[in-house]
């Protein structure tokens, strides 16, 4: 026994009694005195185990055996008769630490011993304000305490839920019994034996113990409560490391967790797996050199914790997985990273996709979304991540091609887009914060010029691709529009090119070349004279712009009808 | 399937008939299984049971138990559908098998899952069960230091019946037929690359499940055909109740709520994978036959595939295959998850 502290031991088992008679060893052998409360539900033959186990050590209690219910009294009821025994058996104890049989001591017991001897008359139990919102995770708060709760959460969960919501109907408000404010906190405390006999004894148990039966989870808050009625001082951190997942579930603790919770300098963890041998075999240990007088730094662990939280509930941005399969709009995040859409860049400039590829420090692929190929950057036939350039695969789900390409390259992804290519990921892009737009409207035109075909064929393939851009730009128009979005008429940029050229490439946000030359142009001639003819034939071009230069004016342009304020 | 999908009976009720049916199928059918060697009074309460189909696997066994005894399989309940390469008799003299053997049609029980459906039925009631082929190794997060038992113990205080675990199908670099696989060998050894991010997925409104296709048989095999690939979805662990059955192969089962294993929300469940150890220099072999057999999927038509790609001397490995390191990389590449299992 170091010092004036003498340490007791409440150890509170359930089911894994092997382990707990490994945790009772351990602090019986560090100076503690123990009692064991085994919980009235573990089979017979198993605690005579635990006793056998353990029948070489004297001065180890066992409790009057209670059913403990998750959640319920009964739990609050095993502490209190065991703390009763422990103080009874051993009037000189001046700490009591509540611990179950799968907490883990990381450090000798008798580093605790001098951590609670810095100052022998401080309370080390966590204890929050119960109306400062954010202790609770995953249920109730307040109505923890203004409700009633005669129901089994686990066995009970749908009564529970409907009589929860009736209480809230008729808005039932208990009364705290006076002198006390609800407080909350981790179940695992360690008191002064001053406080505790204080909680226990006093005169108005009765009424408080009346008042927590029907209260929720009352093991969170019964001791957290009246210790605040009765210490002189509370260090409102728990010494047990103890951390608890969205559902409020304890984490449990394996062998690859060693290191981090050597590190963590804390004195106690919880909750250990009883498969965790290494790590029984391992604990408690000492620090090297000086370091009895650490004191406990858990962060890094409650980082982990975190993390793994996060990865629960938000995931990993644009990742669809077996196990990750967002419904529309809750993915957060649809894609993983920026990416940019050229759309009509490349009927311009033929040779666009390679002069662009100059030009940024970026994936520059073709149309991958193409209607024969999937045109990846220097036309593999397997592209980056193992994806098929086959039309047919990338088709059986655009949205997996899409966000697993994003996924599996380090650099940003740029591809050209035109109304010839698979349209089904229109929504998806034009609503992702990811995406970049650089439209040039009714440039799909441009290819068409050049083409030998018949002027029927011209017309229904350009009546096709207008439609197809209409419905695009209608997308692209909308109010749920997240993408970054520049839309140019096809005159507009044919009037300054280098200048639009210039902003997009600022745009990608990485590292670009100037653009002081532009990649050759594509023949117009016969532009103005298309356009003639398609309007002739009643396909009105709505998206090329106005203003294109017109080369062989002819007296039947001036009998056009001029576009109405309609259109 | 056996009812139709357009009906005015509501979903609910023709997934219960249809459950009820597969499950008076197992029954059924049990007569088809002859017992080799019972040693099922040993599966004590708790223990992580595996159940397997095979017929002439037998170089494959030693590695397969070892591997799975380690990961922390307590007892392993094989049917032997015929083999006559010695698999029976090796099986036999393992400690902790249970062998059945019949020589019913695999086709005809529907590929072997109305035994397995039975034997779960009778011998997997509240114990954690993989059912799996000799050529699947499960991993999953933390696998290199956690056994099964804690993945278990951790799906159980989760609340959770059952694990996915995605068939990853692995293949050598350069042809199949390059380096012989020796009996006991690790399979991975030879077969160590996989295909990283050419999966598409999608969902199965029915049934609940999702329907996973890609990897390097879609790549090379399904390139016109998609849809005809082989689904790469599988829930091969289960806390199996008498109620259950598995729909086809281990990729679905009845009742839904067992297939949703994904969280739709944007969180992350925690998930593994199936290591395919089916390409190596023994396939050609398995593959002539089983194609002779007709026993397989729909003709078999996945093996008349493969049997033409192989012919041709195709090899499976491409530029952008990644060579499998352990499961951090899984997850990395987003193919697992811990989801929440820190």
């Keep these: 026994m170091t010092g004036a502290v003498r340490l007791g031991v409440v150890l509170l088992c359930h089911t894994q009694l092997d382990m707990a008679a490994r945790m009772a060893r351990i602090w019986a052998a560090g100076g503690a005195r123990v009692v064991i409360h085994v919980d009235a539900k573990a089979p017979a033959d198993a605690v005579a185990g635990l006793k056998a186990s353990l029948g070489d050590l004297d001065g180890i209690l066992y409790s009057r055996r209670h059913r403990c219910g998750w959640g319920r009294f009964s739990l609050v009821r095993a502490t209190q008769d065991a703390a009763e025994a422990l103080l009874a058996a051993h009037p000189d104890l001046t700490h009591v630490y509540l611990a179950s049989g799968s907490c883990l001591p990381l450090r000798p017991v008798g580093d605790l011993l001098d951590h609670l001897a810095l100052d022998p008359h401080r309370d080390h139990i966590e204890s929050v304000n119960a109306l400062d919102v954010g202790w609770t995770v995953g249920g109730l708060n307040e109505e923890r305490f203004t409700f009633y709760y005669p129901l089994d959460w686990r066995r009970q969960r749908w009564m529970f839920d409907r009589l929860t919501n009736l209480q809230r109907a008729l808005g039932i408000r208990r009364r705290v019994p006076k002198g006390i404010t609800p407080h909350l906190g981790s179940q695992w405390w360690c008191l002064t034996a001053t406080t505790l006999r204080a909680i226990l004894e006093d005169p108005r148990r009765a009424e408080f ?276 979005v520049q839309v140019h008429e096809l005159t507009d940029f044919l009037a300054r090119p280098q200048a639009i050229m210039q902003a997009a490439l600022q745009q990608l946000q990485v590292p670009t070349q100037p653009v002081d030359d532009l990649p050759p142009m594509r023949d117009m001639t016969g532009l103005a004279e298309l356009l003639r003819q398609l309007r002739n034939s009643g396909l009105r071009p709505r998206l090329t712009g106005e203003g294109l230069p017109q080369v062989e004016p002819r007296p039947i342009d001036e009998m056009m009808p001029e576009r109405t304020a309609a259109e | 399937m056996a009812l139709k999908r357009h009906s005015l009976i509501p979903e609910r009720l023709r997934r219960r008939a249809e459950r009820q049916y597969l499950i008076a199928r197992a029954v059924n059918r049990r007569r088809a299984l002859k017992p080799v060697v019972d040693r099922t009074a040993r599966i004590g309460k708790g223990a992580i049971l595996a159940f397997v189909t095979l017929r002439n696997e037998r170089e494959r066994l030693p590695y397969f138990l070892d591997y799975y005894r380690r990961l922390g399989i307590d007892h392993f309940l094989f049917v032997n559908n015929d083999s006559d390469d010695g698999s029976g008799a090796y099986l036999r003299d393992q400690p902790d098998v249970s062998l059945w053997w019949t020589r019913a049609s695999y086709k005809k029980s529907r590929f072997g899952m109305d035994w397995i459906n039975w034997l779960l039925l009778r011998y997997g009631t509240g114990h954690w069960c993989l059912t799996v082929d000799p050529d699947e190794f499960l991993t999953y997060p933390h696998c290199d230091s956690r ?80 849809l005809a690939g082989p689904a790469l979805n599988k829930i091969p662990l289960v806390k199996w109740h008498w109620r259950y059955a598995y729909v086809s192969s281990t990729h679905m089962l009845l009742p839904r709520q067992v297939n949703l294993v994904y969280d739709e929300d944007g969180g992350e469940q925690a998930s593994g994978c199936l290591l395919h150890a089916k390409f190596l220099s023994t396939f050609a072999r398995k593959s002539e036959e089983e194609l002779d057999r007709r026993q397989h999927y729909a003709d078999s038509q996945e093996y008349q595939a493969y049997h033409a790609g192989l012919r041709k001397g195709t090899n499976l490995w491409c530029s952008e295959s990644r060579e499998f390191r352990d499961w951090r990389q899984l997850e990395d590449l987003g193919l697992i998850s811990r989801g929440n299992w820190a």
């Design chain 1, 209 to 484: 113990d009346r008042y927590f039966r029907s209260t929720w989870i009352p093991d969170e808050s019964y001791f957290q409560t009246l210790a605040r009625r009765h210490a002189i001082r509370i260090e409102s951190q728990s010494l047990t490391l103890a951390k608890f997942d969205h559902d409020g579930k304890p984490y449990q603790l394996y062998d690859d967790h060693a290191l981090l919770l050597e590190e963590s300098r804390c004195f106690v963890a919880r909750k250990v797996w009883h498969g965790a041998a290494g790590l029984m075999a391992q604990f408690p240990k000492a620090a090297p050199g000086n370091g009895s007088h650490a004191l406990p730094q858990p962060q890094r662990f409650e980082r982990l914790i975190n993390r793994t939280v996060r990865r629960r509930l938000l995931g990993r941005p644009g990742l669809y997985m077996q196990s990750r399969f967002p419904r529309k709009d809750c993915e957060n995040g649809k894609t993983s990273a920026p990416y940019a859409v050229f759309q009509g860049f490349a009927d311009i400039f033929p040779d666009f996709e390679t002069w662009l590829g100059g030009h940024v420090e970026a994936d520059v692929h073709g149309h991958l979304l193409g209607p024969d190929e999937v045109e990846f950057a220097g036309r593999p036939e397997i592209g980056p991540g193992a994806i098929s350039s086959s039309t047919a695969l990338r088709d059986r789900d655009p949205h997996g091609f899409l966000t697993g390409l994003i996924r599996i390259t380090p650099r940003m992804q740029v591809f050209q887009f035109s109304p010839r290519d698979n349209q089904a990921m229109n929504w998806f892009m034009a609503t992702d914060p990811n995406a970049q737009f650089h439209v040039v409207t009714g440039a799909w035109m441009l290819p068409l010029l050049g083409s030998e075909m018949p002027f029927d064929d011209v017309r229904r393939v350009a009546a096709q691709l207008q439609r197809a851009e209409l419905a695009q730009l209608d997308i692209l128009n909308s109010v749920w529009v997240k993408a970054r």
């Design chain 2, 147 to 226: 056994p099964l038992q804690a993945l278990t113990s951790w799906l159980d205080g989760s609340g959770r019946t059952s694990f996915p675990a995605m068939l990853l199908d692995m293949y050598p670099q350069g042809d199949i037929e390059d380096t012989p696989y020796e009996e006991g060998g690790d399979p991975f050894a030879i077969a160590s690359w996989f295909d990283p991010a050419n999966y598409t997925i999608s969902k199965n409104s029915y049934y609940g499940n999702l329907w996973i296709q890609g990897g390097p048989r879609t790549r090379e095999f399904f390139r016109a055909d998609p």
